[in-house]
C-alpha cells in the first residue's frame, strides 16, 4: 500500500506535528505501508525520493513556520499522489485543501489526523484588534471551519478520547478513531544523567524539574513560573529547565527577572531529540507540565519513557495518559498545589521511585510500532470501502 502525508508543517520545524509525522512514517514501513510526504521547504532540505517539499513564504508573527503557495502544494500533490492508494491530511491550511481537492479528482480515499485544538489557540495568535472585534465570535469561527473541514472527510483521526467528545460538540459526523502517536521507547531510557548535568553546571544531587516542549503561549509555561516561588518554599535547591523554542519565551524571560528567580529558572532552548533530549530528561527528576490545550501530550510519554515521574494538569488529551493516576500526580489547577505535588516528587526518593516505576510501565503501552499498526489497518479498511460519492466531489469544487 502507498499513501501520500500532505502536510504544511515537518522537520525541520519542531512541533507535536512534525514528529508525529515522522513517528508514523517511520513505523509504517513494516506494516506493509509506502509513506511519501508533501511538505512545505524551509531552507535548503535536501531531496528525497518519499519527501516533496513545496516553496512558500515565512508566515507573518511566527517566521519559524512557512505558507506553501496554493498553486505550488496543488501541483505537488497531484505529482505526488499518481500511483497512490489514499491521502492523509496532516494540517487544515493550504494542504488540507490541496490535498481535499486531488483525492475527490483522483477518487482516493481522503482522512485527516485533528492534531490542533485551534478553539483553545485563536486567543492566544490572532491580532489584538481582531480579537477586541471579534470578541467571543473566534472561537465559534473556529468551531465552524473545524466542523465544515473535518465533514469534507471520510475519516478522522483523533489524539485522544476528550477530543472526539469535543469535535463532536462541534457537529463533526465524521467517523473518527482514537489514535495517538506512539513513541520509540528505547530513544528516551538510554540518557546520561550525569553527563547532562555536568555539561550544564548543575550539582549532582539538586533538585531538578523539567518541561520540554515548544515555549509557546498556550502551553501554561507562566503557570509553572508562578509556581516556582511556591516550590523554593519547601524545597529551596530546586531548579526548573524550560527546553525548547517559540514566541513565548521573551515574554518568559521577563517573568522570571521580574519575580527574581534568574538562579531558579533556566531556559536551554531547542535540544537534539536523539543526541541531547534522552540526556535531558534522565538529568531531571520530575516532570512538569502545565499545558490545559494539549491534544495528546507526547512529552509526557517520553518523560515517562526516560522513567520520570510527572506532574501535570489533566486536562484534554492529557487525561487519556493521566488518567489512570499511574506515574503521575494531578493536582488541581492552583500554583500552590501544583508546587505541593513537585516537593513532594523532589523530597521523597521512594515515592519518585515508585510513580518512575509506573511511568516506565505506563510508556509501553502506548509504543509507536502499536499505534503504527492500528493506523495501517484504519487505511485498509477504508481503501475496502465503496468509492466516494458524487455529492463530496461538487462540494470542494473539483
Request: charged share 20%; net charge neutral.
Amino acid at each position: 500500500m502507498r499513501v501520500l502525508m500532505v502536510s504544511d508543517v515537518y522537520f525541520p520545524r519542531i512541533n507535536g506535528v512534525s514528529t508525529s509525522i515522522e513517528t508514523f512514517r517511520r513505523c509504517l514501513a513494516a506494516e506493509g505501508v509506502e509513506v511519501r510526504l508533501v511538505a512545505p521547504q524551509y531552507g535548503d532540505e535536501a531531496a528525497t525520493p518519499d519527501i516533496l517539499r513545496v516553496p512558500g513564504r515565512p508566515v507573518p508573527g511566527d517566521p519559524e513556520d512557512r505558507l506553501p503557495g496554493w498553486r505550488a502544494m496543488q501541483q505537488a500533490v497531484v505529482a505526488a499522489a499518481a500511483d497512490c492508494d489514499l491521502i492523509h491530511i496532516q494540517t487544515p491550511f493550504v494542504a488540507h485543501y490541496a490535498g481535499l481537492r486531488v483525492a475527490r479528482r483522483l477518487d482516493l480515499p481522503v482522512l485527516a489526523t485533528y492534531h490542533t485544538l485551534f478553539e483553545e489557540y485563536v486567543e492566544h495568535y490572532a491580532p489584538h484588534w481582531l480579537r477586541r472585534l471579534a470578541a467571543g465570535g473566534l472561537r465559534a469561527a473556529a468551531r465552524a471551519w473545524s466542523r465544515q473541514q473535518c465533514n469534507q472527510l471520510d475519516a478522522l483521526v483523533v489524539p485522544s478520547s476528550l477530543m472526539r467528545l469535543r469535535l463532536e460538540g462541534y457537529g463533526v459526523t465524521t467517523p473518527m478513531s482514537v489514535l495517538p502517536t506512539g513513541i520509540p521507547l528505547g530513544q528516551f531510557a538510554t540518557g546520561d544523567r550525569a553527563a547532562f548535568r555536568e555539561r550544564y553546571g548543575i550539582a549532582a544531587e539538586r533538585p531538578l524539574a523539567l518541561y520540554v516542549g515548544r515555549v509557546a503561549h498556550e502551553k501554561n509555561i507562566g503557570f509553572l513560573l508562578q509556581a516556582m516561588p511556591l516550590l523554593l518554599e519547601r524545597c529551596p535547591e530546586a531548579l526548573l529547565l524550560i527546553a525548547g523554542e517559540g514566541p513565548a519565551l521573551p515574554a518568559l524571560q521577563r517573568q522570571v527577572a521580574a519575580a527574581g528567580l534568574q538562579q531558579q529558572v533556566r531556559f536551554l532552548g531547542y535540544l537534539d531529540r536523539l543526541r541531547d533530549l534522552p540526556d535531558c530528561y534522565a538529568a531531571a527528576d520530575v516532570f512538569a507540565f502545565a499545558s490545559r490545550t494539549e491534544t495528546q501530550g507526547l512529552v509526557l510519554l517520553e518523560a515517562m519513557a526516560a522513567g520520570l515521574p510527572v506532574v501535570a494538569l489533566a486536562e484534554m488529551g492529557t487525561v487519556d495518559i493521566l488518567g489512570s493516576g499511574r506515574g503521575c500526580r494531578v493536582p488541581p489547577g492552583q500554583p500552590g498545589a501544583f508546587a505541593a505535588a513537585l516537593a513532594d516528587c523532589l523530597k521523597q526518593p521512594a515515592l519518585r521511585q515508585q510513580l518512575g516505576h509506573e511511568a516506565s510501565v505506563l510508556a509501553a503501552e502506548w509504543s509507536d510500532q502499536a499505534m503504527a499498526a492500528r493506523l495501517a489497518a484504519l487505511y485498509r479498511d477504508l481503501c475496502a470501502e465503496p468509492r466516494r460519492r458524487p455529492a463530496r466531489l461538487r462540494s470542494v469544487g473539483a
